[in-house]
């Protein structure tokens, strides 16, 4: 799902390793939440990143998630706990990763688990609202003591 620079390149090298009837390329997708409930995981292989929505929405839709481990993604996903972190950034780990949840699907499926109660408890909209509200209440109460 998505776009990018590389689309055309990876579409190219699906179709020599005779790949296209396992990698489908779908692009722009604005009905993502349905289409996260029918995957077997959610690969997250970018370089670099912040936050990704999407796996907030795959946390939320209880979908097994293999991402590489930069950025946020170590703490979103609870350092491993919510999720398999992957460490060196290439093919082979993603795909020991992808074999592993195949032959164990049951222990995803807890990650999996885990990471949706993680959703509840760390980002969901409530709590969201009781965090800024905790900022603005130590903003108040600085300021009301330097002035």
């Not at 959610?42 to 930069?70: F, N, Q, R, Y």
């Not at 509840?120 to 969201?128: K, L, M, P």
């Amino acid at each position: 799902y998505g776009d990018g620079p590389l689309s055309d390149i990876l579409k190219t090298q699906a179709g020599s390793q005779q790949a296209e009837n396992y990698i489908h390329f779908e692009g722009h997708c604005k009905n993502i939440a349905e289409q996260l409930q029918t995957l077997d995981a959610l690969l997250m292989t970018s370089d670099h990143e912040g936050l990704p929505m999407v796996l907030l929405e795959a946390m939320c839709m209880k979908t097994p998630i293999i991402a590489h481990a930069i950025g946020g993604i170590p703490h979103l996903l609870d350092n491993g706990q919510c999720g398999t972190l992957i460490h060196e950034h290439n093919a082979s780990s993603f795909a020991e990763a992808i074999i592993k949840l195949i032959a164990q699907p049951a222990q995803h499926q807890q990650l999996a688990e885990r990471a949706f109660k993680r959703i509840e408890q760390h980002y969901s909209a409530t709590q969201n609202a009781l965090t800024y509200l905790n900022i603005y209440h130590q903003i108040t109460a600085y300021n009301s003591r330097v002035t």
